[in-house]
């Protein structure tokens, strides 16, 4: 997948920015705090719907306005001119509205599958350290962005607690109020919610099963992929294990009829516990990932370096596994990436990108690019007339290690730069 342009309104630190990329490497050049990761997450938003930092849309939108909008055209393998927008505005109420070229979509599960991105980033560390949610944050996008069915389920999941819980509610103060006034008990209103219980917890079973089956399957290839891409980086010294930690007492390896029963079975023998909390105890809303290396917990034994090779493996499989079962190169986000790996970890990385589109920060290209002799200058402040081609620069091969290393074919081989300054993007000739 290619992103032409993105376009961005009231986002961040940007008030309206167009930018046209090349379909190669996109370099973004600026000092902090000055803008380069919020066209990443920008970019980031289209792929999963949610920002990499953040779950608040609101903080998206620029200061002072009430709403914020991201459009990019993208081309994939099969249909060459796509665009995608996202508008999120706070007023007259909250509302988020996404356009697949430009046909308005009636859920944000439609998003999902049109366009793929993988991000890397300091935040990745978070995977490792935070808690279970990021964890299965982390596979359901990666599921969702595969298998729009998937997050599907998950939003059906969703509502399906929401409803069970808020009947479980009602039973609890019924009990209650039994206790108070035994005489205003209604026995048959108390058995009839307990149906309306019943039939809450089959659907719930239900959709869980699913929901269970897939992670399983893809906790399976993250661990495998993420196994060899460790192994490699560590010199066979570190073996990876990822776990799937769902409800206690399933058996996530048996089949789906069977699992479907564990479920009925646990939530039949926690109702009156549940009925007493008036929420549902156990569930997928509750899983996690456990990432070992060496067979230690690596969230509590890991180094510092331990983790951080880690979660570059993990992230790797990431990729791998959605450029297998998209068949689509996606996008991939590098945000500060380079500065902060060794030598080892970067050559493995880049050995993993072939023909994807690259968007990669940095606060001195030195990072990226330790050859680097030229000199960067605005395009306006140039002498090339020729604004379509100008920013396009073809880099001497032996210089470029960037350019080697992401394998690109002669013919697609361009890269771009641009300064950030201050929420302001200013494409940059390369002068060599
Ligand atoms: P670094 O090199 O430190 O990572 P960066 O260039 O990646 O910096 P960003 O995270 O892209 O920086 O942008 C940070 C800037 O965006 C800050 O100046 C911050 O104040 C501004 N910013 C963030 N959210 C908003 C918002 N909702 N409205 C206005 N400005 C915002
Ligand atoms: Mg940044």
Same mark, same amino acid.
């Given at each position: 997948?290619?992103i032409k342009q993105?376009?961005?309104?009231?986002?961040?630190?940007?008030?309206?920015?167009?930018i046209k990329f090349a379909?190669?490497?996109n370099?973004?050049?600026?000092?902090?705090?000055?803008?380069?990761?919020?066209?990443? *997450?920008?970019?980031?938003?289209?792929?999963?719907?949610?920002?990499? %930092?953040?779950?608040?849309?609101?903080?998206?939108?620029?200061?002072?306005?009430?709403?914020?909008?991201?459009?990019?055209?993208?081309?994939?393998?099969?249909?060459?001119?796509?665009?995608?927008?996202?508008?999120?505005?706070?007023?007259?109420?909250?509302? %988020?509205?996404?356009?697949?070229?430009?046909?308005?979509?009636?859920?944000?599960?439609?998003?999902?599958?049109?366009?793929?991105?993988?991000?890397?980033?300091?935040?990745?560390?978070?995977?490792?350290?935070?808690?279970?949610?990021?964890?299965?944050?982390?596979?359901?996008?990666?599921?969702?962005?595969?298998?729009?069915?998937?997050?599907?389920?998950?939003?059906?999941?969703?509502?399906?607690?929401?409803?069970?819980?808020? !009947?479980?509610?009602?039973?609890?103060?019924?009990?209650?109020?039994?206790?108070?006034?035994?005489? +205003?008990?209604?026995?048959?209103?108390?058995?009839?919610? !307990?149906?309306?219980?019943?039939?809450?917890?089959?659907?719930?079973?239900?959709?869980?099963?699913?929901?269970?089956?897939?992670?399983?399957?893809?906790?399976?290839?993250?661990?495998?992929?993420?196994?060899?891409?460790?192994?490699?980086?560590?010199?066979?010294?570190?073996?990876?294990?990822?776990?799937?930690?769902?409800? +206690?007492?399933?058996?996530?390896?048996?089949?789906?009829?069977?699992?479907?029963?564990?479920?009925?079975? %646990?939530?039949?023998?926690?109702?009156?516990?549940?009925?007493?909390?008036?929420?549902?105890?156990?569930?997928?809303?509750?899983?996690?990932?456990?990432?070992?290396?060496?067979?230690?917990? !690596?969230?509590?034994?890991?180094?510092?370096?331990?983790?951080?090779?880690?979660?570059?493996?993990?992230?790797?499989?990431?990729?791998?596994?959605?450029?297998?079962?998209?068949? *689509?190169?996606?996008?991939?986000?590098?945000?500060?990436?380079?500065?902060?790996?060794?030598?080892?970890?970067?050559?493995?990385? !880049?050995?993993?990108?072939?023909?994807?589109?690259?968007?990669?920060?940095?606060?001195?290209?030195?990072?990226?690019?330790?050859?680097?002799?030229?000199?960067?200058?605005?395009?306006?402040?140039?002498?090339?007339?020729?604004?379509?081609?100008?920013?396009?620069?073809?880099?001497?091969?032996?210089?470029?290690?960037?350019?080697?290393?992401?394998?690109?074919?002669?013919?697609?081989?361009?890269?771009?730069?641009?300064?950030?300054?201050?929420?302001?993007?200013?494409?940059?000739?390369?002068?060599?």
């Amino acid at each position: 997948m290619k992103i032409k342009q993105i376009i961005l309104k009231n986002y961040r630190n940007y008030e309206q920015e167009k930018i046209k990329f090349a379909s190669g490497i996109n370099v973004f050049v600026g000092k902090n705090a000055q803008g380069k990761t919020n066209i990443l *997450e920008a970019v980031y938003l289209c792929a999963s719907a949610r920002s990499h %930092r953040t779950g608040k849309d609101a903080e998206l939108i620029k200061d002072g306005h009430s709403y914020y909008q991201v459009k990019i055209d993208f081309s994939g393998k099969e249909i060459d001119d796509q665009s995608l927008e996202i508008k999120y505005s706070t007023k007259p109420r909250i509302s %988020r509205d996404i356009y697949y070229c430009d046909i308005k979509q009636n859920r944000i599960a439609d998003l999902f599958g049109l366009f793929h991105a993988v991000i890397f980033a300091p935040e990745d560390l978070m995977l490792i350290k935070d808690g279970p949610a990021v964890r299965r944050r982390f596979i359901d996008v990666l599921i969702s962005q595969i298998k729009p069915l998937y997050f599907r389920n998950l939003q059906l999941y969703q509502q399906y607690l929401k409803q069970r819980n808020h !009947l479980l509610k009602t039973l609890r103060e019924m009990l209650y109020q039994k206790k108070v006034n035994p005489n +205003s008990f209604n026995e048959d209103l108390y058995e009839f919610n !307990l149906i309306q219980l019943s039939i809450w917890t089959e659907k719930l079973a239900e959709v869980q099963t699913d929901i269970i089956i897939t992670r399983q399957a893809y906790v399976n290839k993250i661990s495998n992929y993420a196994k060899e891409s460790l192994a490699i980086i560590s010199d066979q010294t570190e073996i990876l294990n990822i776990k799937y930690k769902t409800v +206690s007492g399933i058996n996530v390896n048996a089949d789906k009829e069977t699992i479907f029963q564990q479920l009925i079975n %646990r939530y039949i023998n926690q109702q009156d516990d549940d009925i007493q909390r008036g929420n549902t105890g156990s569930g997928t809303h509750r899983d996690d990932l456990e990432i070992y290396v060496n067979n230690n917990l !690596l969230k509590e034994r890991g180094s510092q370096g331990q983790q951080r090779s880690a979660v570059l493996a993990i992230k790797l499989a990431e990729l791998k596994i959605i450029e297998k079962e998209t068949q *689509e190169k996606p996008v991939l986000l590098l945000d500060d990436v380079m500065s902060e790996l060794d030598e080892k970890r970067r050559e493995h990385l !880049l050995s993993a990108f072939e023909q994807n589109q690259v968007f990669i920060t940095c606060t001195e290209l030195a990072q990226i690019y330790p050859n680097f002799k030229g000199e960067l200058l605005d395009e306006n402040e140039s002498s090339f007339n020729d604004i379509e081609n100008s920013p396009m620069v073809s880099l001497n091969d032996s210089e470029n290690d960037l350019k080697n290393a992401l394998n690109l074919e002669k013919g697609n081989d361009y890269i771009k730069f641009y300064k950030i300054d201050k929420g302001t993007v200013k494409p940059q000739i390369l002068l060599q």
